[in-house]
């Protein structure tokens, strides 16, 4: 049963400090998204991949937040420095052009 | 972009009640989903259903897109049910960017 994986699962850290989450996609999928989570704005998508090329990241804070693939089977999101504001559950979902977008479990993220 | 709408925002049930959640968006589409967000925050796929209707169990789906809306039908609830209920869509194209609605909280008693 394919799915799309992530890691870590929580995270607890400081303001200020560097955290990275992970994303392994469901093989065969070219399009890798990430998507925040939030009480307050809901989900809302922070950028995204096709072919490991990003094609939209205009939802990201540029200064702090970063995304990548350095290979077909990993997707990375860096935030550095955190901030308590960046406290979320981060989504990390797959897909092709003729399907819909899989969704891994998400990282729930605190920054105190 | 397009906005999406759901409705209501919270719906209470008995066990074995029937019921019918709407999404509205503001432009055509040809990317719409319904996901279930479960008790433990993980987003299930129910339906891909940019037109028509889909029935999967005791779930089924309808979309009207030329009047711009889709509808959840969801028949002899459980308490297995409850959750948020999103529907998301891409818009005008059929891939990329899924904005999602705001969701509806289903809460299923026994």
């Known amino acids: 049963d394919a799915r799309v994986t992530q890691t870590p699962r929580h995270k607890v850290t400081e303001m200020g400090q560097e955290v990275t989450m992970r994303c392994q996609p469901i093989?065969?999928?070219?399009?890798v998204f990430w998507y925040r989570q939030t009480m307050m704005q809901g989900l809302e998508l922070l950028a995204y991949f096709r072919n490991r090329a990003p094609l939209d990241d205009s939802g990201m804070p540029k200064d702090r937040f970063s995304a990548e693939m350095p290979d077909a089977t990993l997707a990375t999101l860096k935030i550095q420095p955190s901030e308590p504001r960046d406290s979320a559950v981060y989504f990390c979902?797959?897909?092709?052009?003729?399907?819909?977008?899989?969704f891994g479990p998400g990282t729930r993220l605190t920054v105190l | 972009g397009i906005q999406v709408e759901q409705s209501p925002p919270d719906l209470i049930l008995q066990e074995g009640a029937n019921s019918t959640l709407r999404c509205n968006f503001s432009d055509s589409v040809n990317n719409l989903q319904w996901f279930h967000q479960n008790p433990w925050g993980q987003l299930i796929n129910l339906f891909y259903?940019?037109?028509g209707t889909k029935q999967n169990g005791r779930l089924s789906a309808t979309t009207v897109a030329t009047e711009r809306y889709s509808l959840l039908y969801i028949s002899s609830s459980q308490t297995t049910d409850s959750g948020v209920y999103f529907c998301a869509s891409t818009g005008g194209t059929s891939y990329g960017k899924l904005t999602f609605g705001q969701g509806t909280i289903l809460t299923v008693h026994p």
């Open positions: 093989l065969g999928h070219n399009t």
């Open positions: 259903i940019p037109s």
């Open positions: 979902a797959s897909g092709t052009r003729t399907d819909t977008q899989y």
